[in-house]
């Protein structure tokens, strides 16, 4: 008996471990979407008709509120289970390099676009026996789900994604495998829904979304504001001043031309498809990809570097998180040279070695904005050190080790 009393606790400190991890806005959707659905359970609602994302009824009576009605409602409990448990990994990693604010309009510009994109089909589309798409009746997080499965994908930089552990494929096929295994393998999976989140994520991915997007002193203002007081002094509540450093981060920019030209738009339509890339094309890639402020690196396979320092590159994040003390990181960052104490192993000292001089009032203001996005202080200022100063990277060092 008391076994079980101990194994009961064990899984008690677990879950709410789990969920004091998840930042703000991801777990307020959670709970919204649960309470919601379980309202609707006790009350035996179940006229989904009345909420759910309807063509002919945004047209006919210009029903608008079924844009997001229709996306915090769900019809079984496990398909609002299974929505936030994907919500949940997606929400944390945006959220953390977003912020709350900036999330939570970013999900409501992709519950929006993903309604016009849905409601310009089912228009266009005539209608036949086997999908009147003005009369379909969509429901549920999902489509919003795949917007964020682009976009993060498209954040990520990764070249294959696994597929529920079985097998890889190119990263860029991903969204659209997913879309067809859902929807051979469960029963009433809105396929127009899906497919216009896919179609909002890579138009907001590829900059299409740009002059939607407003600028950091936006989300500043909405921060600073005297309602939201309560929530900004949350520990979960994340600040868009320790996202990115632009506004416009995740997109694709240019400085000189516009995404909706022709030639633009071809080129981004191209760069979805999977391509053979070489050392070289990742290289010059990582120079003028507008998404990261910094210099861009593929951990393991620097041109650059020598090969001693490339062979311990794959193990560094590791290494450094757990064996740093704070008197070595002080002196690390203080002369800014990225040498080690002589007890350290002659890997990390070879791999760190490599690392340029940092700006001592630079690397403060980015290992603040590392702090903001709830990081531990101690473990930020080591993956800022072995990411010579570029916070874009040191978030993916911290991502790694938190997952």
Request: charged share 10%; glycine share 8%.
């Amino acid at each position: 008996m008391r076994s079980n009393i101990v194994t009961e606790a064990g899984f008690q400190t677990r879950v709410s471990q789990w969920w004091e991890g998840i930042p703000f806005l991801t777990s307020a959707i959670v709970f919204l979407c649960g309470i919601i659905y379980l309202g609707c359970l006790l009350t035996g609602y179940d006229s989904f008709a009345e909420i759910c994302f309807l063509p002919s009824a945004v047209v006919s009576h210009f029903q608008v509120y079924r844009i997001f009605t229709a996306t915090v409602f769900h019809g079984s409990v496990l398909h609002v289970l299974f929505n936030m448990l994907a919500l949940v990994p997606l929400g944390t990693e945006l959220e953390r390099i977003m912020g709350s604010v900036r999330l939570l309009y970013v999900i409501i510009l992709l519950a929006t676009t993903n309604a016009v994109f849905h409601l310009s089909i089912a228009l266009v589309v005539p209608r036949n026996p086997y999908a009147d798409l003005m009369n379909e009746c969509a429901i549920g997080f999902s489509g919003i789900l795949f917007s964020m499965i682009v976009i993060e994908t498209s954040l990520s930089g990764v070249s294959t994604r696994s597929v529920f552990g079985m097998f890889n494929v190119p990263a860029k096929w991903y969204p659209w495998l997913l879309l067809v295994v859902f929807q051979l393998l469960m029963t009433n999976v809105s396929l127009l829904g899906h497919l216009c989140g896919i179609l909002s994520g890579f138009a907001y991915a590829y900059g299409l979304f740009n002059y939607l997007l407003p600028g950091p002193s936006f989300y500043s203002s909405i921060e600073s504001a005297s309602f939201l007081s309560s929530c900004v002094r949350r520990p979960k509540f994340i600040m868009c001043t320790g996202g990115n450093l632009s506004g416009y981060i995740p997109t694709h920019t240019s400085p000189t031309s516009s995404g909706l030209i022709p030639g633009n738009l071809w080129r981004s339509v191209s760069s979805w498809m999977p391509q053979r890339e070489t050392a070289s094309s990742q290289n010059l890639q990582s120079t003028r990809d507008g998404r990261f402020p910094g210099s861009g690196r593929t951990l393991g396979a620097g041109v650059n570097q020598s090969s001693g320092a490339a062979s311990t590159e794959s193990s560094l994040q590791a290494r450094l998180l757990d064996n740093s003390s704070p008197d070595r990181l002080s002196e690390t960052t203080t002369t800014g040279t990225g040498q080690l104490s002589s007890t350290r192993p002659s890997t990390l000292d070879n791999a760190v070695a490599v690392a340029q001089p940092l700006n001592s009032g630079a690397f403060g203001e980015e290992l603040k904005k590392l702090v903001a996005m709830g990081f531990e202080k101690t473990q930020a200022e080591v993956a800022l050190t072995a990411a010579e100063g570029d916070s874009s990277v040191a978030v993916e060092i911290l991502m790694t080790q938190q997952g």
